[in-house]
């Protein structure tokens, strides 16, 4: 059984930034397939980033430029650096992993999921 454990979500201002992280154990972390998505309330949960075993990355329209995916794989840990936060980025941010491997925005290839982890950006 592979777990993920999100860290790091918290409470910000309008324009600040926030590092959460994405732990994961009980598998072959350096040739999955990481993904971030958020969930806002009232909302159906979206893709936000992906990054492939070979570090390709991909990002949603609404957060390229501002946040940035990007792994370790001696820590077993995915990150995203969140910069220029806004008010709309508030949510619960949540990470996956896909045994694949692949650079993916479809939550179907992601079969382990982690807990979430709370961003809220204040005005």
């Known amino acids: 059984q592979v777990h993920l454990v999100e860290s790091g979500g918290g409470l910000v201002q309008a324009g600040g930034s926030l590092r959460p992280s994405c732990a994961a154990s009980?598998?072959?972390?350096?040739?999955?397939?990481m993904g971030w998505f958020r969930q806002a309330p009232g909302k159906e949960r979206e893709f936000v980033a992906t990054?492939?075993?070979?570090?390709?990355?991909y990002y949603a329209d609404s957060v390229k430029g501002r946040f940035t995916i990007s792994r370790d794989n001696a820590k077993n840990t995915v990150y995203l650096q969140m910069n220029s936060l806004k008010p709309e980025d508030t949510a619960v941010y949540y990470c996956?992993?896909?045994?694949?491997?692949?650079?993916?925005?479809?939550?179907?290839?992601?079969?382990?999921w982690g807990q979430g982890t709370q961003v809220t950006v204040s005005s």
């Open positions: 990054i492939s075993w070979s570090t390709m990355t």
């Open positions: 996956a992993a896909s045994p694949q491997g692949t650079l993916t925005m479809s939550d179907a290839r992601y079969h382990y």
């Open positions: 009980g598998g072959t972390f350096s040739v999955y397939g």
